[in-house]
């Protein structure tokens, strides 16, 4: 049975939150994936692709320099050998896991309201700066000093777009504030 999709947040919970000083406000919304999302998730997965040989090129290349680097008085070292052994097999592993989950990504339908996890974080902590963020599997920064009122309507819960341009103050202010 598969599990059931995830509710919207109401606009009333939204609201609140932000106007009670809340550091971060979490929401989930339904709504058709970006372009932007789809060309950083693209921009992503070559990105890995290209990084993908590069565990062999290093090989090769300790193949050919190894006597002057690892050896010691005539014994390669283990330590190297479990160190690039490793490492050849990490890397490619997790550059197809990461491209399998940026292929969901550019899979989804175009036009079909998909779920997302947004964020605004209203301070810089040690792991994420202030902000706004989607997540649908991979995480992107949304430039919310660029947004407009169609925008902060397509990333807000549903509300009259009287209450979206309100929130989306408070949020803007909150942000440029603190």
Known sequence: MPSPLPQDTPFAELRYAVQAGANEITWQKRTPISNNERNHAMRLKKLFAYTLPIPLLLTILVYFIHPML?????????????????????????TIWLTKRYNRVLDLPTNTPQPATYYVRFKDSRDNTKGLTVVRGIALRLDYTTFTQRDWQTVLPTATPNEVQQLSQMIIQRLNNQ
């Not at 390669?76 to 160190?83: A, E, G, I, R, S």
């Open 70 to 94: 690892f050896f010691d008085n005539g014994t390669l070292f283990l330590p190297t050998v479990l160190l690039f052994g490793c490492y050849n097999i990490i890397v490619p592993l997790s």
